[in-house]
T-cell receptor, first 114, second 111 residues
């Protein structure tokens, strides 16, 4: 069964450093998403992406964040200058269409900012 | 942000019995609802969905009920199995893009 994959599974970085989290969505899916879950808190939406553009973003997704689909398979989340509060589990998801279509999640990348 | 609430942080059920997980929301514009199951250190796994044009959707042992007037949905698992033990999240959206998640209910099914 097709699945969303994410790399790395764990990332430790120093505050102020840039990190890039990678995702390979399910191949025939057109919509891509990033969510995060801070330890002990809710899963929170960051951004959705379609046709090489951001289609929706939350208040969390500020100028420190960017997303990109650099090729036909990868979808990346970049955090330019990490802060301690960016430490979280980051989940990538994809869906075939939109408007209520099921979003399939990857296993997540655990980011720890020191 | 308390748009989606799961007021029961945990639930224990005997194997073979029904598990009922509840979810309340405040935004009347929500039209799409998903239930996910999550194991530790894994991503959420989709279980079942419902849109506002329906009040019930069934898939095997899983049934989701939606009461739009009460802004309430519930997930029924029957019969419950030990492998169902996990954290269950409901999620809701008005656009179908940005889903708001509840805080989750940890279900333990006792053999």
């Amino acid at each position: 069964e097709p699945e969303v994959t994410q790399t790395p599974s764990h990332q430790v970085t120093q505050m102020g450093q840039e990190v890039i989290l990678r995702c390979v969505p399910i191949s025939n899916h057109l919509y891509f998403y990033w969510y995060r879950q801070i330890l002990g808190q809710k899963v929170e939406f960051l951004v959705s992406f379609y046709n090489n553009e951001i289609s929706e973003k939350s208040e969390i997704f500020d100028d420190q964040f960017s997303v990109e689909r650099p090729d036909g398979s990868n979808f990346t989340l970049k955090i330019r200058s990490t802060k301690l509060e960016d430490s979280a589990m980051y989940f990538c998801a994809s869906s075939e269409w939109t408007v209520g279509e099921t979003q399939y999640f990857g296993p997540g990348t655990r980011l720890l900012v020191l | 942000d308390q748009q989606v609430k799961q007021n029961s942080p945990s639930l224990s059920v005997q194997e073979g019995r029904i598990s009922i997980l509840n979810c309340d929301y405040t935004n009347s514009m929500f039209d799409y609802f998903l239930w996910y199951k999550k194991y530790p250190a894994e991503g959420p796994t989709f279980l079942i969905s419902i849109s506002s044009i329906k009040d019930k959707n069934e898939d095997g042992r899983f049934t989701v009920f939606l009461n739009k007037s009460a802004k309430h949905l519930s997930l029924h698992i029957v019969p419950s199995q030990p492998g169902d033990s996990a954290v269950y999240f409901c999620a809701a959206s008005s656009t179908g893009n940005q889903f708001y998640f509840g805080t989750g209910t940890s279900l333990t099914v006792i053999p």
